[in-house]
């Protein structure tokens, strides 16, 4: 890819890859936990955090018979782009043949940002268009930045537009090499503060980052975004239903995403599995502009990994808890789940306080 491309090429290649990705009853199966947070998921069954175990496990999620009936993208960790499965075939290669659209995160990661109200910012985009390049030829379509605002810190002003600017260039520089951006602005669980609060702070932030993407030529038809949705913060002692949640999400989508962004594709934070897929269920009950759907990591392996445990005998069971949970969120992305027969477990919430992601 090079920035000679004119740019209704690159929108041309960005609109093939959003069809795939953003098709009917599909969402994105998140694999890019960098090497340490993949290891904290490892130590939670008792394995070793090694380039064998770490194999072992991505090999199980992308090799699911009939995965690609859900999942229409997958992204990828930059050791993960590169692997192949412990059979010796490439992952991307076997993510093709279920077609699945293969994806990278770019960022660098989160590091504090100085004169702000101990908040981070988001590194990586020095050698980003080289690297985008690189990961172009080596089979990704699409790229994912991830950078995070904390309420109980603020956020400042200076962290809400260090966010928004570190998303629009990289959204800028992955649409000139070819590669969908999904731009992902999180609001963080953390605090005890109501829902009231965190649909301030988003309306606040996705403004932020929609005006710095339009300062940046970024073209809103050749983008993903994948936002948080609209919840209470994890200690308020105020939960919200799935219908409040829907109602306070679908308002901020309407209020500050333009129709010509293609897909929402809903990270799910320290959701619970079932949470999750209820909530994602209560914003599909009516038609939205957008293709409403989901793009989870932890709401989509926990169970999984758990069966797993390292065990080679429990790979297929393994494997059917994660086909499992992408029928349901394929289900709630067309609005017809129900939570009927879930495992309890499946019902667990997960918050953790993790910014090394």
């Given at each position: 890819?090079?920035s000679?491309?004119?740019r209704y090429?690159l ?6 890859v959003?069809k795939t990705?953003?098709?009917?009853g599909r969402g994105?199966?998140?694999m890019?936990?960098?090497n ?10 008792g394995?070793?955090n ?12 992308v090799s ?8 229409s993208g997958a992204?990828?960790f930059?050791?993960t782009?590169y692997q192949s499965?412990?059979?010796g075939?490439k ?9 699945i659209v293969?994806?990278i995160?770019?960022?660098?990661g ?18 980003l268009?080289?690297?985008e ?5 080596q ?14 810190n603020?956020?400042?002003e200076?962290?809400?537009k260090?966010a ?7 959204a800028?520089?992955?649409?000139d090499n ?8 999180e609001?963080l669980?953390?605090?005890?503060h109501?829902i009231e ?6 309306q606040?932030v996705?403004a932020?980052?929609?005006y710095q993407?339009?300062?940046?030529n ?6 993903l ?9 994890a ?11 829907a109602?306070y ?13 293609p897909?929402i594709?809903?990270?799910?934070g320290?959701q619970?599995e079932?949470?999750?897929t209820l909530?994602?269920?209560?914003m ?5 502009p957008w293709h ?15 069966t797993w445990g ?12 994660l086909?499992l949970?992408a ?5 709630a992305?067309?609005?017809k ?6 495992a ?7 918050f953790?306080?993790?910014y090394?992601?």
């Open positions: 890819m090079s000679s491309r004119p090429m929108l041309l290649l960005c609109t093939h959003q990705i953003a098709s009917p994105i199966l998140a890019d936990e960098s340490a947070t993949c290891g904290k998921r490892l130590d939670s069954i394995l070793e090694t380039e064998a175990n770490r194999q072992a496990f991505r090999t199980l999620l699911v018979p009939g995965l690609g009936n859900h999942i992204i990828l930059e050791e782009l499965t412990v059979d075939k992952i991307v290669d076997i993510l093709v043949e279920q077609g293969p994806g995160k770019v960022d660098k989160l590091v504090p940002l100085t004169g702000s109200n101990d908040e981070s910012w988001c590194q990586g985009l020095d050698g268009a080289s690297r390049a690189a990961y172009y030829q089979g990704a379509r699409f790229a994912k930045w991830r950078t995070v605002v904390s309420i109980p603020g956020p400042s200076l962290a809400v260090e928004a600017w570190g998303l629009a260039r990289y800028a520089i992955s649409q070819g590669l969908v951006p999904i731009v992902e602005p609001i669980l953390d605090g005890e109501g609060r965190t649909f301030e702070v988003a606040k996705w932020e980052t929609f993407m339009a300062q940046n970024v073209m809103f038809e050749g983008i975004l994948k936002p948080s949705m609209v919840t209470p913060g200690e308020c002692k105020d939960r919200a239903t799935p219908e409040q949640v109602d999400t679908l308002k901020l989508l309407s209020r500050r995403v333009p129709p010509a962004v897909g594709m809903f990270l799910s320290g619970s079932v949470e999750a909530n994602l269920n209560a599909n009950q009516g038609p939205n409403v759907s989901f793009s989870y990591a932890r709401a989509l392996q926990n169970t999984c990994l758990k390292g065990r080679p005998e429990n790979v297929k069971a393994a494997q059917e808890a086909l949970r029928k349901a969120n394929s289900l992305q067309l609005g789940y129900t939570s009927d027969g879930e309890a477990e499946a019902k667990e919430g997960m953790v306080k993790n090394s992601y």
